[in-house]
Nanobody, 127 residues
Framework: QVQLVESGGGLVQPGGSLRLSCAASGFSLDDYAVGWFRQAPGKEREGVSCISGSALSTYHADSMKGRFTISADNAKNTVYLELNSLEPEDTAIYYC????????????????????WGQGTQVTVSS
């Protein structure tokens, strides 16, 4: 059974950092791509980053490049999302999800391409 469990969210001041974790079970990160998405109140779900199976490649949405970094520890079967220089506009629920293919899509992240989802972790950026 595929399961994804996010953790690491919380309240942080503007300019601060967080590291989110996505613990995967029921499959190997060697074989599937995992993405991070976020959804702010009243807004559509937005793709953030993706890492291919075996960490062969990564993708970051343009608005997050330079501030967010995705990585994976395949031995722990865990994907991480490092959030730096956080802004109030980054406040959202952050979700990780598994794509049913090994590689991230060349066109970026679409929620419809990811079938298995975690429950999300809340990130709040506020002074």
């Amino acid at each position: 059974q595929v399961q994804l469990v996010e953790s690491g969210g919380g309240l942080v001041q503007p300019g601060g950092s967080l590291r989110l974790s996505c613990a995967a079970s029921g499959f190997s990160l060697d074989d599937y791509a995992v993405g991070w998405f976020r959804q702010a109140p009243g807004k559509e779900r937005e793709g953030v980053s993706c890492i291919s199976g075996s960490a062969l490649s990564t993708y970051h949405a343009d608005s997050m490049k330079g501030r967010f970094t995705i990585s994976a520890d395949n031995a722990k079967n865990t994907v991480y999302l490092e959030l730096n220089s956080l802004e109030p506009e980054d406040t959202a629920i952050y979700y990780c999800a598994r794509r049913d293919l090994k590689f991230c899509a060349w066109y970026g992240l679409r929620a419809a391409d990811f079938r298995s989802w975690g429950q999300g972790t809340q990130v709040t950026v506020s002074s």
